[in-house]
């Protein structure tokens, strides 16, 4: 006898909230019972169709997405107090709209009836986890109802870190996450809250801050104080990429140790991590399934100590491991609670 499937509640059908669309119909243990989003449902269906994610035909019915292994309801609100979760008897909320980031927004949606949400961003505020998949996946509990799953360069950051510090000692760190321009940057100059990010995200590279850092020392505390980082955003829709320079304790480390430890960890950690050996460009990893793609032809050291890295990533892996989330927290309540690795 099949178990019953995991009914996900979606708050945000933006790119994200697509993907996870997409996801859960390749899936046979998860749907999507029901999206809210402020745009008009028959636009929603329409920017499903034309995403480039090829998936199960799904159609339009009234206020229903519809395909063959679920219908969704779709409910045309962008605010989570207005979300009746518990209509729906979902087992857990996904925010996707990385606008509902304060402990406050994620109550809202536990207040309206969802058992467990999660954010697909980073929050605002204290919760009960942040939880990396494939990083710190055991220190979740039963009791966590507030929950990050951080953010695709937060993911791919502490993957990278975890593996090489596990094997190699490291003194510091310091990333440039040279990422595709986000859905909040304009397209022409208009003045925001920033001034460079009141530039044109289609015409400019753009030095913008960056909170990764700062989290993955949360999850890796061993890099507590060593870890700092800044953000290029630029002019790519997707496609993101990770220059990671590491100082380590050691002169003895050589690139191919760094490589080597790498392409271990992606049979260890199959699904989440690849390697690739080929010269490939940020097109080449557009629809890659994996949290973090080691570039290991882009490995150099520089003197005694420094050793650089680039790793790229894509959203759909993001996408791909809050699933693996919520799978996750699944299997801690059928076992009653107790810790899963």
């Known amino acids: 006898m099949s178990s019953p499937k995991l009914r996900l509640g979606l708050m945000g059908f933006g790119?994200?909230?697509?993907?996870?669309?997409?996801?859960?119909?390749?899936?046979?243990d998860i749907e999507i019972v029901a999206v809210a989003d402020i745009g008009k449902p028959e636009i929603l269906h329409y920017l499903l169709t034309t995403d480039s994610i090829e998936g199960i035909d799904n159609t339009l019915q009234g206020n229903y997405l519809v395909n063959s292994k679920f219908e969704t309801r779709m409910l045309?609100?962008?605010?989570?107090?207005?979300?009746?979760?518990?209509i729906f008897n979902v087992d857990a909320v996904i925010d996707a709209t990385s606008k509902f980031e304060s402990r406050d927004d994620m109550q809202a949606h536990l207040n309206n009836g969802a058992p467990r949400v999660l954010i697909s961003s980073l929050p605002l505020d204290h919760i009960d986890r942040l939880l990396i998949a494939g990083v710190n996946d055991a220190s979740a509990q039963a009791a966590d109802r507030m929950i990050s799953v951080g953010s695709a360069t937060t993911g791919a950051l502490a993957l990278v870190l975890k593996v090489l510090s596990d094997k190699f000692e490291v003194k510091c760190a310091s990333v440039t996450s040279v990422h595709a321009y986000t859905s909040d940057q304009p397209l022409q100059d208009y003045a925001g809250k920033d001034f460079r990010r009141s530039r044109s995200a289609a015409q400019n590279v753009i030095p913008n801050t960056l909170a990764s850092p700062q989290w993955v020392e949360k999850v890796l505390p061993?890099?507590?104080?060593?870890?700092?980082?800044?953000?290029?955003n630029v002019p790519v829709q997707?496609?993101?990429?990770?220059?990671l320079n590491l100082v380590f304790e050691s002169e003895d480390i050589s690139i191919d140790a760094i490589n080597d430890?790498?392409?271990a960890a992606k049979t260890a950690h199959a699904g989440i991590i690849d390697v690739v050996e080929d010269p490939v460009v940020s097109s080449d990893v557009i629809g890659n399934r994996h949290s973090?793609?080691?570039?290991a032809p882009g490995t150099i050291k520089a003197g005694k100590h420094i050793i650089k890295t680039l790793s790229w990533y894509e959203s759909l892996g993001h996408a791909a491991r809050i699933l693996d989330v919520v799978r996750h927290y699944a299997k801690i309540d059928a076992t009653g609670g107790e810790k899963c690795a």
């Open 238 to 243: 997707k496609g993101s990429l990770l220059d």
């Open 292 to 295: 973090v793609v080691f570039d």
């Open 261 to 263: 430890a790498m392409r």
């Open 222 to 232: 061993q890099f507590a104080g060593k870890l700092s980082g800044h953000a290029l």
């Open 76 to 86: 045309q609100t962008d605010r989570p107090q207005e979300v009746p979760w518990d």
């Open 15 to 28: 790119h994200i909230g697509r993907q996870l669309y997409h996801l859960a119909t390749e899936s046979d």
